[in-house]
């Protein structure tokens, strides 16, 4: 017995040799497993007394875990990836195992399951700062590998992993250096094996131990409704053991351990396992049913008899009773389900894929999401909606109060997502956007997440170090330095060194660029869009000009006249801005002062466009009479010679 703290029996390697893997039962035989020096593995069972007597064998390459659940053999995982059954190892110890993972790709952890009396292996690898996971299934004998995408904290270290399993999913969870919990739902059939695909993680719990901790934090599954964490909670406590309800948010009970720990912690036979100073420390602990009032500590033990409770229910308009992941409409009705539980449901469906009627289940869904949130202003479940966004099938049409509610949260990452999406927003809704996106506070911004996807590096050097020579190379037939307008050089020449700065910095954060940028790809027609645009206030027309003007700036900066980046705005996009906003709102920008140096800048890069456009218009001539006399030209072989003028 443990509480007996009395060893029922010791076993030591050899001077010189490491245990290099746990040891681990054989449930099957009653037998012991160990492994030292990283390939040599040792058995022995309750009568054995002496380890260097017992059954030894030395296989072929080097072992990462022996893992052992009931019912069925123990694995044998290799650090290289491959798996073998301990039978089969043990028949051929040094029979050639091959490599799964890549060059320089470690293993970080590992666990072993069974789903429908078959076994699934799951292990987690690191490489280079990412980290990929591979499920074995034994049944199928399918290993398939995917790619865990850390999120808005790319540069996060995984700290620990635990994982739990129902009949679709493995729900892989991770404790990263930023003191947050993290899941990601891996299906348990995948729809293409064969294939690399792409798993995003989500956060699960935020904060739970500090940020700067480093040493004893461990994470281990209780239950699909709770997890034991281990580490300190805040940067100057002690560490603690605490229990968390994942599904409503809730911490259960924690414990102090001021000797310590060791950041080991195991949960099995409904005990906690771990290390606390120099002793196994033993705790029950027993999940209870997870429910919305045991989590909040207001569960009622009894109820009048008399009393008749009518149930409340929201109406999630789902066809034939079909909801995400839920068999029937009661459950999907609930209204105690919290914005997280609804959020799981949606990532479970979503990994499917697998209803004929997907389409219709998406935009009935979203339906019943924004109805809800119409109905109860503190409810808006902005994760599930920018998932289902995201599956490409909804549209402003299909569901216009998605962005209302969406502006008047002034969620600029949802509407972000919306403009890249949707391919049938109004004008005045892409107005609208415009204005919270030019309005909102750079602090505001910093906050949010963004996609940044549009935006390139805006530092240059080798380009400022141009600007302040003055040099008078024309890039694409425009420089702000050309002399064509008397006054306009007069206003200028005042002060050169503020307008080289001011045109080679960007005027706005890179998150407000990334949100213009969004407006900048959106569709609208001409006419719709102008009365919108002048309702606009000056000051922020003014900022968005200066935005148009640098990155007009910067295309100019290469022969190709495009920007860096992965989806940037175009050469025509920016000027039909510029023409757009100059249109609508001309008279009120004029009569700014500080609007002054950027209209001539403007006015300058209109007329060297008309300069550009006038010599290419010249080379298309010339080029069309060549390609006349191409066609012209006879084959009777005479000499002649042609002289021909561009001009």
Known sequence: MVSDQKPLGSWSVKQGQIITCPAVCNFQTREYIVVHDNKVLRIWNNEDVNLDKVFKATLSAEVYRILSVQGTEPLVLFKEGAVRGLEALLADPQQKIETVISDEEVIKWTKFFIVFRHPVLIFITEKHGNYFAYVQMFNSRILTKYTLLLGQDENSVIESFTASVDR?????????????????????????????????????????????????????????DHIAVLGSPQAASKECLSVWNIKFQTLQTSKELPQGTSGQLWYYGENLFMLHGKSLTVIPYKCEVSSLAGALGKLKHGQDPGAHVMPRFVNWETPQGCGLGFQNSEQSRRIEDSEKHIEVEVRKFLALKQTPDFHTVIGDTVTGLLERCKAEPSFYPRNCLMQLIQTHVLSYSLCPDLMEIALIKKDVQLLQLCLQQFPDIPESVTCACLKIFLSIGDDSLQETDVSMESVFDYSNSVHDEKMEEQTEILQNGFSPEEDKCSNCDQELNKKPQDETKESTSCPVVPKRAALLNAILHSAYSETFLLPHLKDIPAQHITLFLKYLYFLYLKCSENATMTLPGIHPPTLNQIMDWICLLLDANFTVVVMMPEAKRLLINLYKLVKSQISVYSELNKIEVSFRELQKLNQEKNNRGLYSIEVLELF
């Open 168 to 224: 679709k999913f493995i729900s892989l969870m991770s404790l990263s250096s930023d003191g947050c919990i993290y899941e990601t739902l891996i299906p348990i059939r995948p729809t293409d094996p064969e294939k690399n695909q792409t798993l995003v993680r989500s956060l699960l719990l935020k904060a739970v131990v500090s940020g700067n901790t480093r040493n004893g934090v461990a994470l281990t599954a209780l239950d699909q």
